[in-house]
């Protein structure tokens, strides 16, 4: 199935964004990150009914005021219990919308903002980042499961500081660590394509080692230096998807595209997966 990301419209406001969709007869979305609070979220119920929408969940909604960007590497007790009980009231949101999956971003040295550059302050090992993040997502896991519902963790770019789980043995390495049916990879493939730029492997073959556990894709495009986004140009990135993946759920992650951009990086993408 391919969804489009809210994020693509460009609109901040979750119900303006729904309705852009509606306007281009897309079904299938993704509630993306950072949209403003939203009032009443019966109206999303509402237009799920009315529209026979399918949604996935990616990260931090419903939103908080202020914005919270999840950090579930953070060494900070009080925080990474926030960040927990933030995403236990996603879940809890997913069942009533019966999202089709629920998507988180796996943790950082540091506490982040809005775009992921990092704050000042202490920075944590790799072992504590991956120690809190696997402890978060077994938790929230077993929560997702308590509603029949999956959980996907998404890797990192490395775009401006290499980071931990943006390489993927440590991302095999936390999968195998959760042990959990319903927690598999959401695979940025922008994100991997910046990653085995900076770090030096090989994305073909890190999406074959990697591809037995992943649930859900996002897709755009980048040069492989920065993670800006763009609407695919053509099929040479999403051509590295292994064909037997095509089941799997595949998001298209914009930022502010026009109609004819998500349309035309739809299209592309429908070509390489039929």
Known sequence: MILVSTSSSGQRDIHKALDFFKDININNIEIGAFHKPVGDLNKIIQFKKENNTNFTVHAFFP?????MMLNFGSDDPELLKKYISFSKNSLEFCRKIDALMYSI????ECEVDHMAMPKEGKKSSNETIFNNTKNSIIELAEYADSYGLKIAFE???SMDREMYFSRPEDLLKLHKAIGKKNAGFLLDLGHLNIASNKLNFN???ALEKMKDHIFQ????YNEGDWDNHLPLPNKELVSNIPKRLKDRLFVIEGKAWTKEEINNSKNILESVLL
């Not at 939103?63 to 914005?67: A, D, N, Q, V, Y």
Request: overall charge neutral; proline content about 16%; cysteine-free.
């Open 203 to 205: 994305l073909k073959e």
């Open 217 to 220: 894709f996002h897709i755009h």
């Open 63 to 67: 939103p908080s005021t202020p914005p």
């Open 155 to 157: 890797n990192h770019s």
């Open 105 to 108: 971003h796996t943790g950082y």
